[in-house]
């Protein structure tokens, strides 16, 4: 499995669970960036290009909507596959979370070997990764 090259932007902040979604991705050589907030998302999100993000609903600045906002009204960005990994596990948590156009939502806690199977599927649909 090479991830080389893939960029994938994690928006968790709870450090232990951005430290151990980043390690699970690393081992295949997946280039990974990092924010805890809002703010530091749409930073990275305006000088860095990503193939895949990974985003917590709940940050201390907000509500992860705001970024899918972001995402959408893009040319540029609303292409990315976006997976939420979030502790909101209600049935209409999920189907929310789908319905603001969410390629995938897990639920808090995840398996590491799920979360990486589910992000390996998004980028062969996006057409950035390769066996």
Known sequence: MDHTGR???IVEDEPI???LVAK???AHNARISTSGTI???EA???KET???ILLDRILP???GVQIFRKLKSSPALRLIPVLILSGKDRLADQADGLDLGADDYMTKPFSLLELK???EALLRRAGTFQR
């Open 7 to 9: 960029r994938i932007l």
């Open 17 to 19: 669970v951005a430290k």
């Open 117 to 119: 199977a589910r992000v």
């Open 44 to 46: 990275l999100l305006d």
């Open 61 to 63: 600045d907000g509500d």
């Open 50 to 52: 990503f193939d895949i």
């Open 24 to 26: 699970i991705l690393e």
């Open 39 to 41: 703010k530091g998302t």
